[in-house]
C-alpha cells in the first residue's frame, strides 16, 4: 500500500499551520488569516488518518503510531521554516511535493 498522497497532505497541513500564525508573511491581509485551532484540528484528523491507514496495512499499533510520529516531524514544520525565510514559495513548493509525491507513487507501483 502506498502512502505518498499523505505527503502534500501533510505539507499542506503545515503550510495552514503557519497561515495560521501572526508572525506569518505571505498572507497580506489579516482577515483570512486561518484560525490556529482549525489547522490543528486538520492536523490531528489527518494524523489519526494515517495510524488507521498504517494499520489497514497491517502494521501494529506502536510501529504505526512511530511511523506517524516520524512523518509528523518532517512534515509539519518543514514548510513552516522553509515558509519562514522564503514566504513566496507557498503555492510552488506545494506543486512541487505534489509531482514529487505523484512521482514516488507510480514509480513504487499503484
Given amino acids: 500500500m502506498s502512502f505518498f498522497f499523505l505527503i502534500p497532505a501533510y505539507w499542506l497541513a503545515g503550510i495552514w499551520l503557519y497561515g495560521a500564525s501572526p508572525r506569518q508573511q505571505f498572507i ?9 485551532w482549525l489547522a490543528l484540528c486538520a492536523i490531528a484528523l489527518l494524523s489519526l488518518l494515517t495510524v488507521v491507514l498504517f494499520i489497514y ?14 512523518v509528523w516531524m518532517f512534515f509539519i514544520p518543514a514548510p513552516v521554516f522553509m515558509l519562514n525565510h522564503k514566504p513566496d514559495w507557498a503555492l510552488a513548493s506545494l506543486f512541487a511535493i505534489g509531482l514529487i509525491s505523484a512521482l514516488f507513487y507510480f514509480i513504487g507501483g499503484l
Fill in 57 to 70: 496495512a497491517q502494521y501494529t499499533l506502536p510501529l504505526a503510531l512511530v511511523f506517524t510520529l516520524l
Fill in 28 to 36: 497580506k491581509n489579516p482577515r483570512f488569516y486561518p484560525p490556529r
